[in-house]
């Protein structure tokens, strides 16, 4: 069965880094496209971060997080990251990894990222 489970998530004082990491299993990973989505508190879920299975990869980012977070993933380790820099209050939210394989979408639990001073 497929899963995704995020680790990483924390406390952090604005301007410092988390590195996120979402562990998959149960489907061939490196043939499907990964996704970082974010919910925080009395919002909806939003896409933060995307990447290909192809090669070259190919990344995308939500406006407000271009030039500070970077995603990536290790084939060999059935593993997808999102390294986040400079974080902001704003970025304050439920982070969860998301594969879409046929005609459904698999959610990891969740990790949860708190900037605050």
């Known amino acids: 069965q497929v899963q995704l489970v995020e680790s990483g998530g924390g406390l952090v004082q604005p301007g410092g880094s988390l590195r996120l990491s979402c562990a998959a299993s149960g489907f061939t990973f490196s043939s499907y496209d990964m996704r970082w989505y974010r919910q925080a508190a009395g919002k909806e879920r939003e896409l933060v971060a995307g990447?290909?299975?192809?090669?070259?990869?190919?990344?995308n980012f939500r406006d407000s997080v271009k030039g500070r977070f970077t995603i990536s993933r290790d084939n060999a380790k059935n593993t997808v990251y999102l390294q986040m820099n400079s974080l902001k209050p704003e970025d304050t939210a439920v982070y969860y990894c998301?594969?879409?394989?046929?005609?459904?979408?698999?959610w990891g639990q969740g990790t949860q990222v708190t900037v605050s001073s």
């Open positions: 998301n594969a879409h394989i046929f005609t459904n979408d698999y």
């Open positions: 990447i290909t299975s192809s090669t070259p990869r190919r990344t």
